[in-house]
Nanobody, 126 residues
């Protein structure tokens, strides 16, 4: 059973940076896409960015393009979400999720992911 655990959230001032981690187990990367999502209070969960199992394809939400990047350490089974230029509207609970994808792409729809971490809170405020 795939498992994912996020960490690295916290309080940061506008314009600051954070790096979130997603440590995963129970699956092998080439067959699983991983996505990052967030949910602000009173709002629906939205896709932030995702990466295909091979790492060759990524997709970014327009609101974060140019500010957020994704990377991974295969030896540590860990994905990273680097967030720069944070804004108050980036506040929310951030989740990583994974699902089997044999078509070598990733999507930003939460409905396409079955396996989720518990989330980590990110608050951007002065």
């Amino acid at each position: 059973q795939p498992q994912l655990v996020e960490s690295g959230g916290g309080l940061v001032q506008p314009g600051g940076s954070l790096r979130l981690s997603c440590k995963f187990s129970g699956f092998t990367l080439p067959n699983y896409a991983i996505g990052w999502f967030r949910q602000a209070p009173g709002k629906e969960r939205e896709g932030v960015l995702c990466i295909s199992g091979s790492g060759a394809r990524t997709k970014y939400a327009a609101s974060v393009e140019g500010r957020f990047t994704i990377s991974r350490d295969n030896a540590k089974n860990t994905q990273y979400l680097q967030m720069n230029g944070l804004k108050s509207e980036d506040t929310g609970v951030y989740y990583c999720a994974a699902d089997l994808r044999l078509d070598s792409i990733c999507v930003l729809s939460p409905n396409e992911y079955r396996y989720w971490g518990q989330g980590t809170q990110v608050t951007v405020s002065s």
